[in-house]
């Protein structure tokens, strides 16, 4: 059984405890199922086409979500540490990704793959509620960020993200951050000159 209390599993442990309560036994059942999987700047958790066989809560580094279109990358989002990293489209309907997950970094990942994750959805309880909680909270999130691209200016958009996540606009480059905007990187930056962040 892994030690769920080291720096290592900081992060996984706190998210299960956040959404939800979970008794030291099911704890360590789940934590059975973890295993720990570095990248090196540059290399890939998931390319497009491939099906998604596993989510990775991230320890460490960045990890940039992005699909390619006929004039550029864009990038849809950022994995930093404290984040799920997974093609969760991919992974529920077990077909082919149509986005690249990227390590911007060298990065550390808490992984467990599809079939740790059909067994712990059945038979543990604490699991399935904590699965639950974070996708709703999830789809919160991406929905008001959706909200956000549609109907708000580039400066709204800037402002909402500096107000809701604001440690993408301090953590991640710039030529990203710009991409999730939908904005240039010289637009960006000089947001970033204008509200001083």
Known sequence: MLNMDGDKYKYITAAIRNFCTVSETHMAE????FTIVNLKKNE???????????????????IRHYYVTSHSEVTRWMSLPNDFSTSLRSFILKTPSIENLQAVTDCELIVFDRQAFDYLI??????????????????????DRVFSLIEK???????WM???QIRFIQ??????TASMLGITPRHLSRLRKKYTI
Not at 45 to 56: A, R
């Open 30 to 33: 789940i934590s059975n199922f």
């Open 44 to 62: 890939y958790f998931l390319k497009e086409g491939q099906v998604c066989k596993k989510i990775g809560s991230l320890n460490m580094g960045l």
């Open 122 to 143: 059945e038979k543990n309880e604490a699991f399935k509620t904590f699965y639950i909680k974070a996708l709703e909270y999830n789809y919160i999130t991406i929905e």
């Open 153 to 159: 200016s580039a400066e709204e958009r800037f402002e």
């Open 162 to 164: 500096a107000k809701t």
């Open 171 to 176: 953590q991640v480059p710039v030529m990203y």
